[in-house]
């Protein structure tokens, strides 16, 4: 019975999912979907009983070239009340130029990582949170709340094993410059259960638990386990991307991000509470996977999707 | 891209555990500490490829691509493999040589290769063959065990009775399995106490071990935690394992919880091989490379080699002319 306890008694009541689809998701597909689409999909999330949808990113179109609607993006979109529709800023232009868009929350994304960091937006750790500390002012003076991220959490694609440490520290500083909340990334999904407490066991330290979220890739299928060693942590927030959209960009062929159905289905066979209700979530899923012409990645909608 | 696959595999491997010997729910087992948990520091995969495997791929494969699958596997450092299926061929074609691959099979010292048998027949004719284990396959569903194998689950126990009599006569050791432990595709949610009283049945008889399986891999680490507590009142844990399936995703996070609980030793796919009858294009097994990838992530020991078994499972793919189910196979670059 103890062991039960320990199984069961330490998960939360209730979780709150952040959908990243439209964003990290759609950011890591190959096929450029139109504006329409992406609008199309943002307002069927919004009637699936989400309450944080990421909407969009204002970096430069010339490295993401699916984010360059942006604009158009987040005037189109129907802004439910009561849900959230957060962008991407990675630097003050882009927050300028969110604001100017309409959005009223914005997020930032740091990384673990030396390598990753200086690869991925061509400067160090500590210059990218030089960037953001600009954001920060500017996104407080405008009462704009602000998401942290923290990427290569549980590894990186160039470093290798990435320090609990490190992860920490990273957490803290953002932590420290007024994110409400930071979600701690295992971009390339190659974490499992152990590397995930230990990483988080290193940053509850540091950072309340109830300000943190995971963001766990599916690329080598843990992602579900990962996550929910972290509810048994105290973490209540869980990204996630409709369809499982979103590939690996380091692992060709690969998939990416947790799909949202599968993680709200274990949610709710846990007795958590999530707002979300699966057959519309579903419906969103299968709408922008036809849009693009591809498989779901998730696996209860294969499921349900066919013949018994 | 090498040296991102090389930083991969050194980022994959924890740097040494912290191993204590803790009480775990059964002093016979030793269990390390990770986080809050207790996991074991060894778990016994079961690899059921050829056999569930192979039993839900649509396309009959060759008794000579079987034979090789099994020697392969025997390579990898497995010790049981599940190599064949003593059942009708009316009923099940793809197992139709279960004799010729029982005795074609170089069977390696350090490995078991248990085979089903459904009932005396087919038992006499897999010990005929040259087994020398048995599996018997009991359902906690009534209306499965009626359209599965076309009885009540009681019937089935007195089948499975005489075989446990003969098998104990021919010290053959015979391991249980109990299907929809966490869900079946005709009645639904199945209470924990039905699944118990299965299992407890099936120990008492003489099973050795009793696999819970969740057949069409609806359950979820609640409702795996609930079935575990009930079983485990009845059943010790070192008897138990866990076959989940992973049709919703859900596989490695039931797994997961059933190690926190005690079990350990987990049934496998390789390449996650074996649809769900019951769910057309879906998933079934839970591939064994994503297992292993998990286990050893945590520092838990199997003595299996995880490039070898990504290496069958691209041999089988080819043969059967499909995708791996193994997203680790799929992250490593499998050519397919």
């Not at chain 1, 970096?59 to 005037?75: L, N, R, T």
């Not at chain 1, 959230?84 to 232009?93: A, E, F, I, Q, R």
């Not at chain 1, 914005?106 to 210059?127: H, P, R, T, W, Y």
């Not at chain 2, 450092?77 to 005795?103: C, N, R, Y």
């Amino acid at each position: 019975i103890f062991i039960l306890f320990l199984v069961l008694k330490r998960l939360p009541d209730r979780v709150k999912i952040v959908e990243v689809g439209p964003r990290d998701g759609l950011q890591n597909e190959k096929t450029i979907v139109p504006a329409e689409t992406k609008i199309r999909l943002i307002d069927m999330l919004s009637d699936s009983g989400l309450s944080v949808i990421e909407a969009t990113s204002f970096v430069s179109p010339k490295w993401v070239p699916q984010m360059a609607d942006q604009m158009e993006v987040m005037k189109g979109i129907r802004r439910k009340p009561g849900v959230s529709y957060p962008v991407l800023t990675p630097n003050l232009k882009g927050f300028q130029a969110a604001v100017e868009a309409g959005a009223s929350e914005v997020a930032i994304f740091g990384a673990a990582s030396e390598l990753f960091s200086k690869k991925n937006i061509n400067c160090s750790v500590e210059e990218s949170l030089q960037r953001f500390e600009q954001v920060m002012v500017a996104a407080k003076a405008a009462g704009v709340p602000v998401r942290g991220y923290v990427s290569c959490v549980l590894g990186c694609p160039y470093e290798g094993k990435v320090a609990p440490a490190k992860v920490a520290k990273v957490a803290k500083r953002l932590y420290s410059m007024g994110c409400y909340e930071i979600s701690l990334g295992d971009t390339i999904g190659v974490g499992t259960p152990g590397g995930m407490s230990e990483m988080l066991e290193a940053v509850s330290k540091v950072v309340p638990v109830g300000a943190l979220a995971v963001h766990c890739h599916d690329t080598y299928g843990q992602a579900l386990a990962n996550i929910l060693v972290a509810l048994q942590m105290g973490v209540s927030v869980v990204d996630s991307s409709v369809g499982g959209l979103g590939g690996c960009p380091y692992a060709q062929g690969a998939s990416g991000n947790v799909a949202t159905e599968d993680v709200v289905y274990m949610l709710h066979g846990l007795g958590i509470q999530t707002g979300v209700d699966l057959p519309k979530l579903m419906d969103a899923g299968a709408f922008i996977c036809h849009s693009l012409n591809r498989r779901t990645s998730s696996k209860v909608s294969q499921a349900t999707h066919c013949k018994l | 891209m090498q040296n991102v696959k090389d930083s991969l595999l050194h980022c994959h491997r924890l740097d040494k555990p912290i191993f204590r010997r803790g009480s775990g729910n059964d002093p016979l087992i030793s269990f390390q500490s990770l986080g809050a948990h207790e996991y074991p520091e060894f778990v016994k995969i079961v690899e059921v490829g050829p056999r569930d495997g192979l039993q839900n791929e649509k396309e009959i494969v060759p008794t000579e691509v079987k034979v090789q699958l099994i020697d392969r596997l025997s390579d990898t450092g497995l010790s049981v493999i599940e190599a064949t299926s003593f059942v009708s061929s009316k009923w099940v074609p793809q197992m139709a040589d279960h004799t010729e691959v029982l005795q074609g099979i170089r069977k390696s010292p350090n490995v078991r290769y248990p085979v089903l048998t459904p009932n005396m027949h087919g038992f006499q004719n897999a010990l005929a063959a040259g087994a020398t284990e048995v599996a018997v396959f009991g359902s906690a569903s009534e209306t499965f065990s009626r359209k599965n194998i076309n009885c009540s689950i009681d019937e089935s126990m007195l089948r499975f009775e005489e075989v446990l009599n003969a098998a104990k006569d021919q010290q053959i050791p015979v391991r249980g399995y109990v299907s929809c432990a966490l869900g079946c595709p005709h009645e639904g949610p199945i209470d924990p106490s039905k699944v118990t009283e299965v299992a407890k049945r099936l120990y008492e008889m003489g099973c050795y071990e009793v696999s819970l399986g969740d057949t069409v891999g609806v359950g979820t680490p609640g409702s795996m935690a609930a079935m575990l507590r009930s079983v485990t009142r009845e059943v010790p844990c070192r008897a138990l394992a866990v076959h989940c399936h992973d049709t919703y995703g859900q596989a490695l996070a039931n797994i997961l919880t059933a190690l926190q609980m005690g079990v350990c030793v987990v049934d496998s796919a390789v390449a996650g091989l074996g649809g769900c009858p019951y769910a057309q294009g879906s998933s079934g097994n839970v591939s064994t490379e994503d297992v292993l990838y998990m286990l050893h992530g945590m520092g838990i020991q199997t003595g299996v080699d995880l490039s070898k078994m990504i290496a069958v499972g691209d041999f089988i793919c080819h043969s059967l002319n499909r995708k791996t189910n193994s997203r680790v196979a799929q992250a490593r670059g499998s050519q397919l």
